[in-house]
C-alpha cells in the first residue's frame, strides 16, 4: 500500500520504491521539505503499479528491495510504451565498478548514494527535469561494447542516459573523495589532539602539587590545535581561586566559570551530568570557547576554560577530547591532593577506622546480649554442626554449663539422635533453613522434653557452609498445660451433661420419693414391704445423682479452714481396719505444712477412696503411701497461686497408657465388671475442681500409680469458717394460702397434696403471667414457692421484689444444688432452702422452720 504525504498540483511528483519504512520517512521528508509532491511504495511490484498509475516525473528505487528489485524495475518500466522518458535514479552504495554497467545495462538515469546528501539529491532532481526535453528528443539508442574485469557486456541506452548516469557517478566519486579527505583531515587533526593529550598526560604523572597540575594543564592546552588561551580555577577551601593562565590579558578580571574576553560572551561552565559544555560564537577570530568541570568524586575541584578558533575546541570531536582533558586533570588533581594532604588521610582513616572498631565491638556487644537476654535457647553451630556456643536461656533447657558441650557434636545433647533435627540439620548444611520442628527427645541427663526448634543457615560470600544458630523453644510445659486444658475442658463437657442428667433424674425422684411417702402414711401391712424397698431403691438413686453432681462440681460443700494433719490422722484411723497385711501403709506430713480451705468430710471421703483404689490394685501385697507437703506459688505452673498437696502412691499393677485419659469420666473404671461402679474417681476430681483445687495422676504399668490431689493452702484462717445456720422463726400451725411457681405437673400435684390435706389453700402457676393473676384475686400469700429452675434468676428477682413489697411472709426455694441454695439463703431474708429431690417430712420441716 502505497501513501502519499504532499500534494501540490504544481510541483514535481516523485514516486519512491523503498522497502526501509525508517529511509523511506527519511527521503519523504527531505523531498516533502523541498517542495516535491512526494509517492511511496514498500517494494518494486507496488512502485511498477503506481508508476503506470500516476506517470511520475521521477522515481527514486532503492536497488535491494523484495519481490523485482531495483534492476529490474527499471528495466520493466523502460520498456513499457509511454514509460521509455521517465527518469530512473537508483539509490546503491557504489561499492563495485559493476554497479555502474548495471544500471546501465537496465536503463538508470542517474545514480545516488546513502546516505542522503539533501543537496546533491535535489541538485540530482533538478538535472533530470531541466533535461527531460532532451532525452524525449534523443529516441535513437545504440548499442555499445564494454569490456570490463575480463567481460563484456553488450549495453543499449541512449547518449544522454549514458551521459547522465557517468556524470552521476562521478559525482559521487568526487563527493566520496571530499569526505574521505576530509576525514583524513580530522584524523591528522585527532592525531596532534592525541599527541598533545599524552604530552599532557606525562607531564601530569609528574605533578605531585595542585599547583603543578594547573601549570601543565595551561600550557599543554595550548599546546593543542587551535587553542588560543587557557586558565584554570581551583577551589581553595571554600572558594574557587584562579591558579594557572596562558595568553590572557587581563587575568585577575577572570571569571572562573566562563571568562568575558573582549567581545566573548560568558557561557555556562558544565551540565549537570557532563563535564563539558561547548558555545560558538561567530564574530571575531574566536569562534569556540569550552568550559571543563574538574571533579573529584562528588565534589567539584574546579574549572578549566579554553579559548579558540579551530574544531578541537567546538568540533565535533570536542566533546570526547575535553571529557578526555577533565578525566585527566581530576585524576592529577585526586593524585596531587593524596599525596599532600597523605598524613592528614591517614590520620582520617585511621580516626576512622578506631570508630569503626569501636562500632563494631558495641554492637558485638549489643548482639551478645540481645543473645544472652533472649528468653528462647540460642545454640550456634560450626560448619562441622559441632557446639561453638550458646546462650544461658540454652544452659537452662539443656541443665549444662557451655564449657562441657563446646566443640562436642550436637548430637551430644541427647541421649540418641532425634531423627527429626538431624533430617533438618543436613538440610541447613545445603543451605535450607526450617521454621520450626518439633522434637520429642531426652536430653543427655536423660529427662524427657519436647522442644521447638527452627535454624538458620550461615553462608559466606562465597555460598560456602560455615556454620548455623539454631532457636530452641522448650514447649514441654506448655504442652502440659495444653493438656490439661485439654483434659479439664473435657471433663467440664462431661460434668455439664452429667449435671443435666442427675438434676433431670432428681426431679423425677422428687416425685417419687414423694409420692411414695404419701403412699406409705395410708398403706397396709401387707403394703408396706414393697413401698419400703421401691423407697430405698429411690434414696439409692437420689444418692447416686448426689456422686454424679459432685462429679460435676455441684454437690453441696461446707468448706472451712483445715488442718492437714488432723484429716491425715483421721484417715489413717479409717483406712486401719481396711487393709490387708500384705498392704504396706504409711502416712506422712512434710513439717510447718500450710493449713487448706476446704470441705472435711468430703477430702477424707477422696482420700479414703484414692486409698481403697490403690490397695486394689495391689492384689499381690504392696506398698501404699499417703503424704502431704506445700506446693509454693508458680510450682504448679507460671501464675499459680500455693497449695498444700496430698499424694497417694502404690506399687500395684498401674493403669494402661490409653486408659490414663478417661479414669475420672463417670462409670468408667478400670476394674473388672461388678467390682466398681466408675464413680469414685469422678467424684474425688469433681470435689477438686469445685474446691479450687487440682487432681492429676502419674501411673506405669507393673510399677505404680501416683495420685496428687491440691488444694488451695491458706496463710491467714480468720473468718474463713461459713457462719451458722439462721434460727427457726416462731412456728404456727395455722392454714397458709401457698403460692407455688412450678412448671413440673407431678412435683405440683406432690405439694398439694402433702399440704392440702393439713388445710393449706394451694395456688399453682408455671409462669410470672398465671402468678401474678393470682396476685390480683389473693393479693396476700403467706408463703411463696418457687422451683428456681424456672427462668432462673429472673424468678429470683420476682422472690425478691414481692419479699421486699409485703405481696409474701415467706419464701420456699426448691433448688437443684447446694451452690444455688447457698447463692439464694445469702441475698434473701425470711426465706428457706429446700434441695431436690425432697421427702415429705423435709418439705414439712422446711415450711416448720419459717412459721
Given at each position: 500500500?502505497?501513501?502519499?504525504?504532499?500534494?501540490?498540483?504544481?510541483?514535481?511528483?516523485?514516486?519512491?520504491?523503498?522497502?526501509?519504512?525508517?529511509?523511506?520517512?527519511?527521503?519523504?521528508?527531505?523531498?516533502?521539505?523541498?517542495?516535491?509532491?512526494?509517492?511511496?511504495?514498500?517494494?518494486?511490484?507496488?512502485?511498477?503499479?503506481?508508476?503506470?498509475?500516476?506517470?511520475?516525473?521521477?522515481?527514486?528505487?532503492?536497488?535491494?528491495?523484495?519481490?523485482?528489485?531495483?534492476?529490474?524495475?527499471?528495466?520493466?518500466?523502460?520498456?513499457?510504451?509511454?514509460?521509455?522518458?521517465?527518469?530512473?535514479?537508483?539509490?546503491?552504495?557504489?561499492?563495485?565498478?559493476?554497479?555502474?554497467?548495471?544500471?546501465?545495462?537496465?536503463?538508470?538515469?542517474?545514480?545516488?548514494?546513502?546516505?542522503?546528501?539533501?543537496?546533491?539529491?535535489?541538485?540530482?532532481?533538478?538535472?533530470?527535469?531541466?533535461?527531460?526535453?532532451?532525452?524525449?528528443?534523443?529516441?535513437?539508442?545504440?548499442?555499445?561494447?564494454?569490456?570490463?574485469?575480463?567481460?563484456?557486456?553488450?549495453?543499449?541506452?541512449?547518449?544522454?542516459?549514458?551521459?547522465?548516469?557517468?556524470?552521476?557517478?562521478?559525482?559521487?566519486?568526487?563527493?566520496?573523495?571530499?569526505?574521505?579527505?576530509?576525514?583524513?583531515?580530522?584524523?591528522?587533526?585527532?592525531?596532534?589532539?592525541?599527541?598533545?593529550?599524552?604530552?599532557?598526560?606525562?607531564?601530569?604523572?609528574?605533578?605531585?602539587?595542585?599547583?603543578?597540575?594547573?601549570?601543565?594543564?595551561?600550557?599543554?592546552?595550548?599546546?593543542?590545535?587551535?587553542?588560543?588561551?587557557?586558565?584554570?580555577?581551583?577551589?581553595?577551601?571554600?572558594?574557587?581561586?584562579?591558579?594557572?593562565?596562558?595568553?590572557?590579558?587581563?587575568?585577575?578580571?577572570?571569571?572562573?566559570?566562563?571568562?568575558?574576553?573582549?567581545?566573548?560572551?560568558?557561557?555556562?561552565?558544565?551540565?549537570?551530568?557532563?563535564?563539558?559544555?561547548?558555545?560558538?560564537?561567530?564574530?571575531?577570530?574566536?569562534?569556540?570557547?569550552?568550559?571543563?568541570?574538574?571533579?573529584?568524586?562528588?565534589?567539584?575541584?574546579?574549572?578549566?576554560?579554553?579559548?579558540?578558533?579551530?574544531?578541537?575546541?567546538?568540533?565535533?570531536?570536542?566533546?570526547?577530547?575535553?571529557?578526555?582533558?577533565?578525566?585527566?586533570?581530576?585524576?592529577?588533581?585526586?593524585?596531587?591532593?593524596?599525596?599532600?594532604?597523605?598524613?592528614?588521610?591517614?590520620?582520617?582513616?585511621?580516626?576512622?577506622?578506631?570508630?569503626?572498631?569501636?562500632?563494631?565491638?558495641?554492637?558485638?556487644?549489643?548482639?551478645?546480649?540481645?543473645?544472652?537476654?533472649?528468653?528462647?535457647?540460642?545454640?550456634?553451630?560450626?560448619?562441622?554442626?559441632?557446639?561453638?556456643?550458646?546462650?544461658?536461656?540454652?544452659?537452662?533447657?539443656?541443665?549444662?554449663?557451655?564449657?562441657?558441650?563446646?566443640?562436642?557434636?550436637?548430637?551430644?545433647?541427647?541421649?540418641?539422635?532425634?531423627?527429626?533435627?538431624?533430617?533438618?540439620?543436613?538440610?541447613?548444611?545445603?543451605?535450607?533453613?526450617?521454621?520450626?520442628?518439633?522434637?520429642?527427645?531426652?536430653?543427655?541427663?536423660?529427662?524427657?522434653?519436647?522442644?521447638?526448634?527452627?535454624?538458620?543457615?550461615?553462608?559466606?560470600?562465597?555460598?560456602?557452609?560455615?556454620?548455623?544458630?539454631?532457636?530452641?523453644?522448650?514447649?514441654?510445659?506448655?504442652?502440659?498445660?495444653?493438656?490439661?486444658?485439654?483434659?479439664?475442658?473435657?471433663?467440664?463437657?462431661?460434668?455439664?451433661?452429667?449435671?443435666?442428667?442427675?438434676?433431670?433424674?432428681?426431679?423425677?425422684?422428687?416425685?417419687?420419693?414423694?409420692?411414695?411417702?404419701?403412699?406409705?402414711?395410708?398403706?397396709?401391712?401387707?403394703?408396706?414391704?414393697?413401698?419400703?424397698?421401691?423407697?430405698?431403691a429411690s434414696l439409692r438413686g437420689s444418692e447416686l445423682t448426689n456422686k454424679l453432681?459432685?462429679?460435676?462440681?455441684?454437690?453441696?460443700?461446707?468448706?472451712?479452714?483445715?488442718?492437714?494433719?488432723?484429716?491425715?490422722?483421721?484417715?489413717?484411723?479409717?483406712?486401719?481396719?481396711?487393709?490387708?497385711?500384705?498392704?504396706?501403709?504409711?502416712?506422712?506430713?512434710?513439717?510447718?505444712?500450710?493449713?487448706?480451705y476446704a470441705d472435711p468430710t468430703e477430702l477424707e471421703t477422696a482420700l479414703i477412696?484414692?486409698?481403697?483404689?490403690?490397695?486394689?490394685?495391689?492384689?499381690?501385697?504392696?506398698?501404699?503411701?499417703?503424704?502431704?507437703?506445700?506446693?509454693?506459688?508458680?510450682?504448679?505452673?507460671?501464675?499459680?497461686?500455693?497449695?498444700?498437696?496430698?499424694?497417694?502412691?502404690?506399687?500395684?499393677?498401674?493403669?494402661?497408657?490409653?486408659?490414663?485419659?478417661?479414669?475420672?469420666?463417670?462409670?468408667?473404671?478400670?476394674?473388672?465388671?461388678?467390682?466398681?461402679?466408675?464413680?469414685?474417681?469422678?467424684?474425688?476430681?469433681?470435689?477438686?475442681?469445685?474446691?479450687?483445687?487440682?487432681?492429676?495422676?502419674?501411673?506405669?504399668?507393673?510399677?505404680?500409680?501416683?495420685?496428687?490431689?491440691?488444694?488451695?493452702?491458706?496463710?491467714?484462717?480468720?473468718?474463713?469458717?461459713?457462719?451458722?445456720?439462721?434460727?427457726?422463726?416462731?412456728?404456727?400451725?395455722?392454714?397458709?394460702?401457698?403460692?407455688?411457681?412450678?412448671?413440673?405437673?407431678?412435683?405440683?400435684?406432690?405439694?398439694?397434696?402433702?399440704?392440702?390435706?393439713?388445710?393449706?389453700?394451694?395456688?399453682?402457676?408455671?409462669?410470672?403471667?398465671?402468678?401474678?393473676?393470682?396476685?390480683?384475686?389473693?393479693?396476700?400469700?403467706?408463703?411463696?414457692?418457687?422451683?428456681?429452675?424456672?427462668?432462673?434468676?429472673?424468678?429470683?428477682?420476682?422472690?425478691?421484689?414481692?419479699?421486699?413489697?409485703?405481696?409474701?411472709?415467706r419464701a420456699l426455694i426448691l433448688a437443684k444444688s447446694r451452690p444455688e441454695a447457698?447463692?439464694?439463703?445469702?441475698?434473701?431474708?425470711?426465706?428457706?432452702?429446700?434441695?431436690?429431690?425432697?421427702?415429705?417430712?423435709?418439705?414439712?420441716?422446711?415450711?416448720?422452720?419459717?412459721?
Open positions: 500500500m502505497n501513501k502519499q504525504l504532499h500534494i501540490d498540483p504544481g510541483a514535481p511528483r516523485i514516486l519512491i520504491a523503498e522497502d526501509s519504512p525508517t529511509q523511506a520517512a527519511q527521503i519523504i521528508q527531505l523531498l516533502t521539505r523541498r517542495g516535491y509532491t512526494v509517492q511511496a511504495a514498500r517494494n518494486g511490484e507496488e512502485a511498477y503499479d503506481l508508476a503506470l498509475l500516476q506517470r511520475p516525473d521521477i522515481i527514486i528505487s532503492d536497488i535491494v528491495m523484495p519481490g523485482i528489485d531495483g534492476y529490474e524495475l527499471c528495466r520493466r518500466l523502460k520498456s513499457t510504451p509511454g514509460h521509455e522518458d521517465t527518469p530512473v535514479v537508483l539509490v546503491t552504495s557504489l561499492s563495485q565498478p559493476q554497479d555502474v554497467l548495471a544500471g546501465l545495462e537496465a536503463g538508470a538515469d542517474n545514480f545516488i548514494i546513502k546516505p542522503y546528501n539533501e543537496d546533491i539529491l535535489s541538485a540530482r532532481i533538478n538535472y533530470l527535469l531541466m533535461n527531460k526535453s532532451l532525452r524525449r528528443a534523443e529516441r535513437a539508442s545504440e548499442q555499445l561494447e564494454v569490456e570490463f574485469g575480463g567481460e563484456r557486456h553488450q549495453i543499449t541506452a541512449r547518449k544522454q542516459q549514458i551521459l547522465d548516469l557517468l556524470i552521476s557517478t562521478y559525482a559521487q566519486a568526487v563527493h566520496l573523495v571530499s569526505a574521505l579527505d576530509q576525514g583524513r583531515q580530522e584524523l591528522s587533526q585527532s592525531y596532534e589532539v592525541l599527541q598533545a593529550l599524552y604530552e599532557m598526560s606525562n607531564g601530569l604523572n609528574r605533578c605531585r602539587t595542585p599547583a603543578e597540575v594547573a601549570a601543565i594543564a595551561v600550557s599543554r592546552c595550548i599546546g593543542m590545535p587551535g587553542v588560543r588561551s587557557a586558565w584554570l580555577y581551583l577551589r581553595h577551601e571554600d572558594r574557587l581561586e584562579l591558579t594557572a593562565e596562558r595568553h590572557v590579558a587581563r587575568s585577575s578580571q577572570i571569571d572562573p566559570y566562563a571568562p568575558d574576553h573582549g567581545d566573548h560572551p560568558s557561557i555556562a561552565p558544565a551540565d549537570a551530568d557532563g563535564h563539558v559544555v561547548l558555545r560558538a560564537n561567530g564574530g571575531g577570530g574566536i569562534r569556540h570557547h569550552a568550559s571543563l568541570k574538574l571533579q573529584v568524586g562528588s565534589q567539584i575541584m574546579g574549572y578549566l576554560n579554553i579559548v579558540g578558533t579551530e574544531p578541537t575546541v567546538g568540533g565535533e570531536v570536542a566533546p570526547q577530547t575535553l571529557g578526555a582533558i577533565a578525566s585527566q586533570l581530576s585524576i592529577a588533581l585526586e593524585r596531587a591532593i593524596l599525596h599532600t594532604g597523605l598524613e592528614a588521610e591517614v590520620q582520617r582513616r585511621t580516626h576512622l577506622l578506631t570508630q569503626e572498631i569501636e562500632e563494631r565491638r558495641q554492637a558485638t556487644e549489643t548482639i551478645s546480649a540481645i543473645f544472652n537476654a533472649s528468653p528462647v535457647a540460642l545454640v550456634s553451630l560450626d560448619s562441622q554442626l559441632n557446639v561453638a556456643g550458646w546462650n544461658r536461656t540454652a544452659t537452662e533447657v539443656f541443665r549444662t554449663p557451655p564449657e562441657t558441650v563446646t566443640g562436642q557434636c550436637w548430637s551430644s545433647l541427647f541421649v540418641s539422635e532425634p531423627a527429626a533435627l538431624d533430617r533438618a540439620l543436613s538440610a541447613l548444611q545445603r543451605g535450607t533453613e526450617f521454621a520450626s520442628i518439633e522434637v520429642n527427645a531426652r536430653l543427655h541427663d536423660n529427662t524427657p522434653r519436647s522442644l521447638h526448634v527452627a535454624g538458620e543457615p550461615l553462608i559466606d560470600g562465597g555460598g560456602i557452609f560455615r556454620g548455623a544458630v539454631l532457636a530452641i523453644d522448650d514447649i514441654t510445659d506448655m504442652k502440659q498445660v495444653k493438656e490439661r486444658l485439654h483434659q479439664a475442658q473435657k471433663m467440664e463437657a462431661v460434668g455439664n451433661l452429667t449435671g443435666g442428667i442427675a438434676h433431670d433424674f432428681n426431679n423425677l425422684l422428687t416425685t417419687i420419693i414423694g409420692n411414695l411417702d404419701l403412699a406409705m402414711m395410708s398403706a397396709s401391712n401387707d403394703q408396706r414391704p414393697a413401698l419400703d424397698t421401691a423407697l430405698r453432681l459432685a462429679f460435676a462440681r455441684k454437690q453441696s460443700l461446707e468448706p472451712q479452714v483445715v488442718d492437714p494433719v488432723d484429716i491425715l490422722e483421721e484417715v489413717g484411723l479409717l483406712l486401719a481396719g481396711r487393709m490387708a497385711s500384705r498392704i504396706n501403709m504409711s502416712i506422712s506430713v512434710a513439717p510447718d505444712i500450710a493449713h487448706i477412696n484414692l486409698a481403697i483404689n490403690a490397695r486394689d490394685a495391689m492384689p499381690n501385697g504392696g506398698a501404699l503411701n499417703i503424704a502431704a507437703a506445700y506446693v509454693p506459688p508458680d510450682a504448679v505452673m507460671s501464675g499459680s497461686r500455693a497449695y498444700v498437696e496430698f499424694t497417694v502412691s502404690d506399687t500395684g499393677v498401674g493403669i494402661a497408657p490409653e486408659k490414663l485419659d478417661r479414669i475420672f469420666e463417670p462409670f468408667f473404671t478400670t476394674k473388672e465388671p461388678g467390682k466398681g461402679t466408675g464413680l469414685g474417681l469422678a467424684m474425688v476430681y469433681g470435689f477438686a475442681s469445685q474446691s479450687g483445687g487440682y487432681l492429676t495422676v502419674d501411673s506405669e504399668v507393673d510399677v505404680g500409680t501416683v495420685f496428687r490431689l491440691g488444694l488451695p493452702a491458706v496463710t491467714e484462717t480468720a473468718g474463713m469458717a461459713l457462719a451458722g445456720a439462721r434460727a427457726p422463726d416462731v412456728l404456727t400451725s395455722n392454714p397458709l394460702r401457698v403460692l407455688l411457681l412450678a412448671q413440673d405437673c407431678d412435683v405440683c400435684r406432690l405439694v398439694e397434696t402433702t399440704l392440702g390435706p393439713a388445710g393449706h389453700e394451694i395456688l399453682v402457676a408455671d409462669t410470672q403471667e398465671q402468678m401474678r393473676t393470682h396476685l390480683d384475686t389473693a393479693p396476700q400469700i403467706d408463703l411463696l414457692m418457687v422451683d428456681i429452675e424456672i427462668e432462673g434468676l429472673a424468678n429470683l428477682a420476682l422472690v425478691r421484689t414481692m419479699m421486699a413489697t409485703g405481696a409474701c411472709r447457698e447463692i439464694i439463703a445469702g441475698s434473701l431474708d425470711s426465706c428457706a432452702i429446700l434441695i431436690k429431690p425432697f421427702r415429705v417430712q423435709e418439705l414439712n420441716d422446711a415450711i416448720a422452720t419459717l412459721f
